[in-house]
């Protein structure tokens, strides 16, 4: 996108009712939609990176205060590895390579490379070498993976998707996108279901017009999306920018969920009795680490995760029309949209809402690597899914994915993104800080509350708890209040006392 951006434009025919200041509709080609699913795909720090980066930034929700603090974190005792900070500002997708085929693309991500040992003679042996998509990890022989000049031999996952140059939908295919984001093909009788349900006698009262779209109103589109129920009017009609007021938080119907809870984190909530509000939260970094994986979460399985129900604009209902009509080619693309997995090595230590880890990179990717004369480096070679033939001279071994976490480049385990055991504190909103160096009594002079009105609650988070604080995530500032406070932990007026 960078060296032709100038260029990249894409056409959009809108029907707008004049009386109304409204978009009725959108009359789009596959390349429009394409870029729309291509959202669903987005982890939610590239999301927040994105709308930050706006000249209007947004916040959503305290996703962007997690976000922050991670930018703030100093290099120091508390992650794992300093590689942690750049896999939660900078989540990879693992539809990187779909999705750079959109016409449109606005992620900005640099796109996955794969580095070997610099000792050619680690990625040589027959096994027990490694490989990584990661710059500067070590390798265990102490030497950093930096050789870059390894090629990689992937069976092009995009390769089917060549034909009229359309990525998850066809083309040259037309549909209809409505005002809140309803995609369907495009007929007569979807027209006048939508210009019955707007109470629109005819298509005479409409006035067309055709939008040039670049990628500067692609990404104020995705703000719009996340943002309001009405995003092409709001975007393309009235030019409405979105800023920090942005999202309302509303918990809606409990949440209904058939995931299991692999045993619950506790939490220890500080809170006022008066105020019906938690001050801060006291918990071990499992529960830290897991607010922190919301980060590499694709949105679409965010969509999932809440059935419907994310209050994100008009995101749920983009979700639904890749679930109830069948925009996209085939079944694997619909999946990449409705189930995206985070890639390899991002999933945290404690995963209540269970988000699965997706096949890439590979666990193990073969190298075959051969002599190569007289040059300063004396090998040169390839990595490739499938064992590749040999000729003679050539060597072959099996090289093992680096788990990116891990201090001592194991390979084996998730591991978390945080050191433990620590104790953290958490505040309504989502800044955190280490136990020691929390100075409580200050926190609470400033509060300026009587003693007496203070609780400490213990809570139990299991996959329900885990899915309310997900949701109080994207569009709440009192993330543990409106998450656990509002359902059933209501404090008896006996109680009293800090206990
Ligand atoms: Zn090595």
């Not at 120091?76 to 449109?104: A, D, F, I």
């Not at 499992?286 to 999932?304: A, H, K, M, R």
């Not at 680096?402 to 201090?407: E, I, L, R, T």
Request: net charge neutral; proline share 5%; aromatic share 6%.
């Amino acid at each position: 996108m960078a060296s032709e951006e100038g260029s990249q434009t894409i056409s959009l025919k809108v029907h707008i009712d004049k009386e109304k200041n409204r978009v009725v509709m959108a009359e789009a080609d596959g390349d429009f939609v394409d870029i729309l699913l291509s959202f669903l795909t987005l982890p939610m720090g590239t999301i927040v990176r994105l709308i930050n980066k706006q000249p209007q930034p947004a916040t959503i929700g305290s996703l962007t205060t997690l976000y922050k603090e991670v930018e703030n974190l100093e290099k120091q005792q508390l992650l794992q590895t300093q590689l942690c900070k750049s896999m939660l500002l900078h989540p990879r997708n693992p539809s990187e390579n779909v999705c750079r085929k959109v016409k449109l693309n606005v992620d900005d991500s640099e796109p996955t490379k794969y580095y070997i040992c610099a000792n050619w003679k680690c990625s040589r042996r027959e096994s027990g070498g490694l490989y990584t998509t990661f710059k500067n990890l070590k390798c265990k022989c102490g030497k950093m993976m930096d050789n870059d000049d390894i090629r990689m031999q992937i069976e092009d996952e995009t390769a089917r998707l060549e034909g009229d140059g359309g990525v998850f939908v066809c083309r040259t295919n037309k549909f209809m996108v409505t005002d809140d984001l309803q995609v369907d093909p495009i007929s007569t009788a979807t027209i006048l279901t939508l210009l019955r349900k707007l109470e629109l006698k005819d298509m005479s009262s409409l006035q067309e017009t055709t939008l040039i779209i670049g990628p500067e109103e692609i990404l104020k589109l995705l703000k719009g999306i996340l943002f309001s129920k009405t995003p092409l009017t709001d975007v393309f009609l009235r030019k409405q920018e979105f800023t920090a007021e942005g999202l309302k938080f509303e918990m809606g119907d409990p949440l209904q969920s058939s995931l299991s809870s692999e045993g619950g984190m506790t939490l220890k909530l500080m809170m006022s009795k008066s105020m019906n509000k938690v001050l801060y939260v006291e918990a071990g970094e499992d529960l830290v680490e897991f607010l922190l994986s919301f980060l590499t979460f694709p949105l679409g399985s965010i969509l999932q995760l809440l059935g419907g129900n994310s209050s994100l604009g008009s995101m749920d209902n983009l979700y639904k029309s890749v679930q109830h009509s069948g925009v996209t080619r085939d079944d694997s693309l619909r999946n990449l949209l409705l189930q995206p997995m985070v890639c390899r090595g991002f999933t945290c230590r404690r995963n209540p809402l269970g988000v699965k880890e997706s096949q890439q990179p590979p666990p193990s990717l073969w190298c075959r690597s051969y002599a190569n004369g007289r040059m300063a480096n004396p090998y040169t070679g390839y990595l490739t899914t499938k064992k590749p033939n040999l000729k003679s001279g050539d060597r072959l071994s099996l090289l093992d994915f680096v788990n990116p976490k891990s201090p001592t480049s194991e390979t084996a385990g998730q591991g978390g993104f945080l050191k433990g055991p620590a104790t953290f504190i958490i505040t309504d909103n989502l800044v955190f800080t280490p136990l020691a160096s929390f100075w409580s009594l200050s926190f609470l002079k400033s509060m300026e509350l009587p003693l007496d009105d203070l609780v400490f609650r213990m809570v139990k988070v299991g996959t329900v708890e885990a899915l309310r604080l997900l949701k109080a995530s994207l569009s709440s500032n009192s993330v543990f209040t409106d998450a656990l406070v509002e359902f059933g932990l209501k404090i008896s007026k006996q109680e009293s006392k800090t206990q």
